[in-house]
């Protein structure tokens, strides 16, 4: 082609210009190359100038200057143990010379008395030997009686210790990249503290990180900071908790009442509606709800004591009638909650498995206070145990956990890669997995006693003996039906059948005991059915599969046999009537979890709230 049309901004040959394009204004193609190059790069370069072009140095920083100070402390440690070196040698050098020259000097003056002796022996009259006799027999006797250092005053000991292996693995896994794909502009955030605020109390939001298309990132480490600035213009920053899977909770207190702008900043630009507009009230101008009763109270023994919570209960759900309840066992009422965010006995930070007892005790792993938590079915706490640590019998973020039919409590170490056992009263049994497992997520206890493991990491699903013995496992990464992309927990039906939530593959994957696939329901959406990306599973007696559905905040309950049900989502301000041909399974818009239910006690945990919500399903 060598013309270019400048009507139609096309380039075309000589046939073309002589036919559809015989009435157009043509020129030369190579005449207007030039000038559209030039065009684009001055469009180029604006665009570039409206979004500054990003440093990767800048970012990633230098991992020379830092390998080079590495080496320049390696060298002034080399210096450091060449001066040692040299004042140890100098001092054990000195003791020797002085033992050698006091040896020298015994050894000179035995020769001189010697040399004497043999003299006067043999050139001396004997007036003159008579003289000598006593001075030489008395010097003589005092050399021989002398004691002379004759055995080194030091010892040639002289060691180089070196821990080499340990520093060279420092060395090794010295660093790391920290980065994630999240984005402001498909990053939200969700909460009642985007909302409003009562003056003096701490009001929270979540903060869930989504990369360019919208996925959920998994990962945390983002650059997000925060700030509330008051009716007087005074600003102040927003702590921020990274949970480090990809949520983050801010909390904030507001000191005046009035109109409050919250920034929420992530990589230094907004996320979607932020800032946001929150009223600050006072505690008095808010009706009480029963959602505001305080779940811990201080006794007046300390800031210490613990009081026992007792449950709170609310009204059932609009669909809770005495027709439907033995067509539909599952209802949203609401039985209790327990716990509170915090630090203390009965309060969580970021709770990620729960599993119930025979005993008729409840089992929380609450990872990023490094613990196990158990409480009565009635919600009572009865203690708790762990410490953070790297060794046998310590926690390294808790995530699943189960009770085999002895009472004893499993579970999975994500950071440690082992599964630990403890007693039913806490105490350290065993560990498992050791070697073989890269990031333990969930457990479950099957018919057979065998210790079932999710590892999230390894996309794959292993069965244990309680003794660690490898029975089988299965999986791997994918997206097939005998594949996972980062499954999350397990639970095990009354057929002994294993039950997997796939959370990148959006659906629960069903096998048998041997790990052969059966079937699968779900697919990616907010539909009926569909999750994104699902986090905790259970069993019910009547071999209902509840799944925590993270990404849509709700729960799903599958019948056995059939499809998943959940509760309609009416619009705003509008109620919806149940479907009396497939009764819905009432599910309350939940905070996004990330939990294990146990299949003999279903909980829920809400990792906004940081509290457990045990619901009536019977």
Avoid at 171 to 199: C, D, P, Y
Avoid at 378 to 391: L, N
Avoid at 517 to 544: C, I, R, Y
Wanted: glycine letters at 10%; proline letters at 7%.
């Amino acid at each position: 082609m060598e013309f270019y049309c400048e009507a139609c901004e096309t380039a075309m040959c000589g046939e073309c210009r002589a036919g559809e394009h015989r009435e157009h204004g043509t020129v030369l193609l190579r005449d207007v190359v030039e000038q559209h190059k030039a065009a684009l790069q001055r469009q180029l370069e604006a665009v570039r100038g409206l979004r500054g072009e990003p440093s990767s140095r800048a970012a990633v920083g230098s991992p020379g200057a830092i390998a080079l100070d590495l080496e320049q402390a390696l060298q002034q440690r080399k210096q450091a143990l060449v001066s040692d070196l040299e004042a140890i040698c100098g001092a054990k050098q000195k003791v020797l010379q002085t033992q050698l020259d006091t040896l020298r000097q015994g050894q000179e003056h035995i020769g001189s008395s010697c040399s004497f002796a043999e003299q006067a022996l043999r050139l001396g009259s004997a007036p003159e030997v008579l003289l000598v006799r006593k001075h030489m027999r008395e010097r003589l006797a005092a050399l021989a009686a002398q004691a002379f250092p004759e055995r080194p005053h030091e010892n040639a000991q002289l060691e180089l210790v070196l821990e080499v292996d340990g520093l060279r693995r420092s060395v090794l896994n010295l660093g790391a990249l920290l980065t994630t794909s999240a984005t402001a502009h498909e990053t939200v955030a969700t909460g009642e503290g985007l909302r409003q605020a009562l003056v003096g109390q701490p009001a929270s939001l979540t903060v869930t990180t989504k990369d360019k298309d919208g996925r959920l990132v998994r990962t945390g480490s983002a650059e997000l900071r925060a700030e509330i600035t008051g009716p007087d213009g005074a600003r102040l920053p927003v702590p921020v908790v990274d949970h480090k899977n990809g949520t983050y909770e801010l909390v904030y207190t507001a000191r005046t009442e009035g109109e409050l702008l919250l920034s929420v900043l992530l990589y230094g630009q907004p996320v979607r509606g932020s800032p946001f507009r929150v009223r600050a009230l006072r505690p008095g101008d808010l009706p009480p709800s029963p959602d505001d009763v305080k779940r811990r109270v201080k006794s007046p023994g300390g800031p210490g004591s613990h009081v026992r919570q007792k449950a709170v209960r609310r009204p059932s759900s609009m669909y809770s009638t005495g027709g439907k309840r033995k067509d539909n066992p599952i209802e949203d009422e609401l039985v209790f909650r327990v716990g509170s965010r915090g630090r203390e006995k009965g309060e969580f930070t970021n709770l990620q498995g729960v599993s119930a007892a025979s005993s008729g005790r409840i089992v929380v792993a609450d990872s990023n206070n490094q613990c196990i938590q158990v409480f009565s079915n009635e919600g009572q706490f009865k203690f708790r145990f762990g410490v953070r640590g790297r060794s046998p019998g310590q926690l390294q973020r808790p995530t699943g956990v189960a009770v085999d039919t002895n009472g004893d409590i499993i579970v999975a170490d994500y950071d440690n890669r082992w599964v630990s056992i403890f007693s039913p009263e806490g105490k350290f049994k065993t560990k498992i997995g050791a070697g073989r497992l890269m990031g333990p997520k969930g457990v479950a206890v099957d018919r057979n006693g065998h210790i079932i493991v999710v590892d999230n990491k390894s996309c794959c699903v292993f069965t244990f003996q309680p003794n660690g013995k490898l029975v089988g496992r299965f999986g791997g990464r994918g997206a097939t039906d005998r594949h996972f992309a980062g499954p999350h927990f397990v639970a095990v039906n009354n057929k002994n059948e294993i039950v997997v939530t796939d959370f990148h593959n959006h659906s629960v994957k069903v096998y048998s005991a041997d790990g052969e696939f059966l079937f699968k329901f779900g697919s990616h959406g907010e539909g009926n059915g569909q999750f994104n990306a699902p986090t905790g599973v259970a069993v019910d007696s009547n071999g209902n599969i509840i799944v925590a559905d993270w990404g849509n905040s709700r729960i799903q309950v599958r019948k056995p046999g059939a499809g998943t049900r959940r509760a309609p989502r009416p619009p705003p301000g509008a109620a919806h009537p149940p479907d009396p041909t497939s009764p819905p399974i009432p599910a309350r818009s939940l905070p996004r979890c990330s939990t294990a239910p146990a299949p003999s006690c279903p909980i829920s945990t809400h990792l906004q709230s940081h509290c457990m919500a045990h619901r009536a399903w019977h």
